[in-house]
């Protein structure tokens, strides 16, 4: 059997396909006389499994398996690993979702240290020198909370997986556990900074030996494939109905970055970071469309340090948007504790590119807002002060796209009337897509919006471009299964393509509007303001008609129980 490589080489639609995945682009068979071609795809919620394409070549008259590397690339063995871990949780009492990913990081951090070295171990072994600056030195590493000395050698995954369950549960719970959460040097330290009211939950030794015994198998340095598992075991969580408000769906988070196509120059911001899937998405796009410029060592350097931020007021989901990120090869992002919208956060003119889907549905003291921000929107809604905060925190020039619930868009306040107005008449509003109410099922079936606007501070809208979306790929119920339906493509080719707008009316699913309506219509910004509504018109049966037919049908009624009477009565 030969395999054949199939390359993404770009963004549209692919219409070999028979079914649309939620993953998007033109796709090349590389294969000569190619005369026939079938295609099979497997999909699972939140992950796209494979893609496979039999085809056969008429000069060999073989049949040839051309398999895309794309997607979630995880295979079943480790899924199911996967899910026999989260169930061994779940039997063992822990049973909240974001909590059973809580602790599994822990151990997956615990596993990543053991294998980095190991592997620097095998390197400098090859080379003949001692590794720097080790996690695990030689001799004794005294505990801080048992005031006792621990030989390093015990803390290491690949030591303690052997012991007794009873051992095992001790060395980890006392030792290990303690340890990560007191390391403060290395690139390690952008996990363990957040771990100082870390808790470890899992309570029978039993437990612990199955998780370990599962979690083993997986290779912590092959970045590719953890990043895909910890992306699936994220989408588990959500699944869950456990703090799903946290996780925005991936292949919305890959709509957004394509639309603002990041560049290895730009400054990445998410306020609201959660598990850290735009600032993810983000360092893969650069990495995938600029690796030869990634390989100038300035370069290089601005996206290992540099390039990406993040905050958030969650400890726990800083560890594990920590852990995400470490997981898909970012080593060293700035990621802070911090309540973005308080007088703490100071970044102004910071940033050259913010992707976000922040809380929304609630509001804060007024007292702890900063007052910049209450400048441009006086409110206590966050919503709109996190708009508000992207002005701010964006160098000029500096582009956002974020997550709105519709009220923005249409709210009657004086501060939703504000934060529209400041987009329109102060920044640069370039674009309003409105999503359908399920994409953030089963957990939320609030109706939303991306906004994507530049910082100009002196205007500059001109023509907003409106697009309606109606399908995403998914059902829009609770269950979210895949369908074949899906606008995402469309919307980045046409976004790329704006002056191709210009002809498209009202009553299409995207147009563009004069920013002299939107100012008409009181900086109103829901679509529906704006779309054209065909009239069909509807002519029914005159009265009399329905009236005799419904006549004829109570006299057969009548006439067929006369008849059963006279039968059986």
Known sequence: ???????LIGVGRADIWKHRSDTYGTYTILLSYLIHYTIAT?????????????????????????????????????????????????TGG????????????????????????????????????????????????????????????????????????????????????????????????????????????????????????????????????MGDVYEYVL?????????GQFRTPRHIIRMMVELMEPTYKDIICDPAMGSAGFIVESAKYVGEHYKSELLKRENS??????????????????????????????????????????????DTGKYTLCLANPPFAGSIDKEIISKTLTAITSTKKTELLFVALFTRMLQTGGRCASIVPDGVLFGNSTGHKAIRKELIENQRLQAVISMPSG?????????????????????????VWFYDMKADGFSLDDKRTPIAD???PDIIARFKNLDAEEGRTRKEQSFLVPVDEIRAND?????????????VKVEYEKPEVVMGRIVELQDEINAAIDEFKKIYL
């Open 94 to 225: 822990i049973t909240n979702g974001i909590t059973v990913v809580e602790q599994m990081t822990y151990l997956f951090f615990m596993k990543m240290l053991d294998d980095t070295q190991s592997s620097k171990e095998a390197n400098a072994n090859r080379m003949g020198v001692a590794i720097k600056e080790p996690t695990f030195k030689q001799g004794m590493w005294h505990n801080p909370e048992t005031d006792r000395d621990v030989p390093y050698e015990n803390l290491r995954w690949k030591v303690f997986k052997n012991m007794e369950a009873d051992t095992m549960f001790r060395t980890v719970s006392k030792d290990v556990f303690v340890f990560i959460k007191n390391l403060n040097e290395g690139k390690e330290s952008a996990y363990s900074r957040f771990m100082e009211n870390a808790t470890f939950l899992i309570q029978s030794p039993r437990t612990l030996v199955k998780v370990v015994e599962g979690i083993d198998s997986l290779d912590m340095t092959n970045k590719d494939t």
């Open 523 to 535: 900086y109103d910004l829901s679509i529906n303001k704006y779309k054209e509504v065909e009239k």
């Open 1 to 7: 059997m030969r395999y054949f490589e199939i390359t």
């Open 486 to 488: 899906n606008d995402i």
């Open 439 to 463: 994409v953030f099922k089963p957990y939320a079936g609030v109706s939303t919006a991306i906004l994507i606007f530049t910082k100009t501070n002196a205007g500059g809208t001109d023509k």
């Open 235 to 243: 989408g588990k969580m959500a699944a869950s109905g456990n703090n």
């Open 301 to 346: 350097e601005h996206y290992k340090n540099n390039m990406l931020h993040g905050f958030d007021t969650d400890a726990t989901m800083l560890r594990i948007g920590a852990m995400n990120l470490m997981l898909h090869g970012v080593d060293n992002p700035d990621i802070q504790y911090k309540d973005s919208l308080s007088t703490d956060n100071t």
């Open 42 to 90: 497997y999909f699972r919620p939140h992950i796209f499994v494979h893609i496979l394409v039999v085809a056969i070549a008429e000069k060999h008259k073989n049949t040839y398996l051309c398999h895309l590397k794309t997607g979630y690339m995880i295979t079943g063995k480790i899924k199911s690993g996967i899910d026999s871990i989260w169930d061994t949780f779940w």
